[in-house]
């Protein structure tokens, strides 16, 4: 049965919940499965409508995991949410088709590709057969190279044109338009420049007709326009998801669920959405 997305509001917010010893804000901080439950339930609590459930860091540098390790990782708290009764859909953040072929056992309804379907083509017929969604995002190389001096002509028309290629292709392999999220990809891969040439020319992204995944929470472009460390970059993350907000972007990647629920309501109501 295919699995529809649910809109209750002009915006969802998916709330972070890393199940890694190295991710850039809070590795280590959930590595128990029953902790990692725990905060998932917090964020849905506070109004998160995706959880997103990661196993391998994707900051710049980090080095990849076996997919066995990231299954063991993953899969446990993705049955935990399940069984608690969690009312948030559940995305796992994963380019391996075993990670994702057991997290949509497990019920996940999303899967997250950080490589848009590059690192493992076959989880196209996976979301398919499932019914589920599927997040496409824009990368350069991997996250190990992705910052080594990242170039473009034009930024968002090149993320624009890799976007769209990688849709037609999920589209041709059995997963249905309609189930298509695309994701920029803020800071992979781009400058300070590039992710806010991204954010201001947003509209030009939305054109594509599918919801647009933002994820700048926390994220070291924010400190350096701000000489912010990771943890006081709350503000700036605030005020670069209303600023995409008001240019078309709906879904919000953020590990701060309440205070950006604030933000958007107010952005929302103001704007008349």
Known sequence: MTVEPTVTSPFQLMGIVNVTPDSFS???????????????LGLAHEGAAILDVGGESTRPGADPVPPDEECRRVIPVVEGLVTAG??????VDTSKALVAERALAAGATIIND????????EIAELVAQ???????MHMVGTPRTMQKDPRYEDVVAEV????????????????????????????FGKTVAHNLELIRRLPELVALGRPLLIGTSRKSFL????????HDRLP??????VMAYERGATIFRVHDV?????ALTVAAATLGS
Do not use: N, W
């Open 26 to 40: 809070d590795g280590g901080r959930y590595l128990e499965a029953r902790s990692a439950v725990e905060h998932g």
């Open 86 to 91: 969690v009312s948030a859909s559940i995305s």
């Open 114 to 121: 950080v490589t848009a379907l590059r690192g493992a083509p």
């Open 130 to 136: 499932a019914g589920a969604q599927l997040c496409l």
């Open 160 to 187: 624009k044109r890799f976007l769209e290629e990688r849709m037609t292709f999920a589209i041709s392999h059995g997963v249905p338009e309609q189930q298509i999220i695309l994701d920029p990809g803020i800071g």
């Open 223 to 230: 400190g350096r326009l701000t000489g912010r460390d990771v």
């Open 236 to 241: 700036s993350t605030i005020a670069a998801d």
């Open 258 to 262: 309440a205070p950006l629920l604030d």
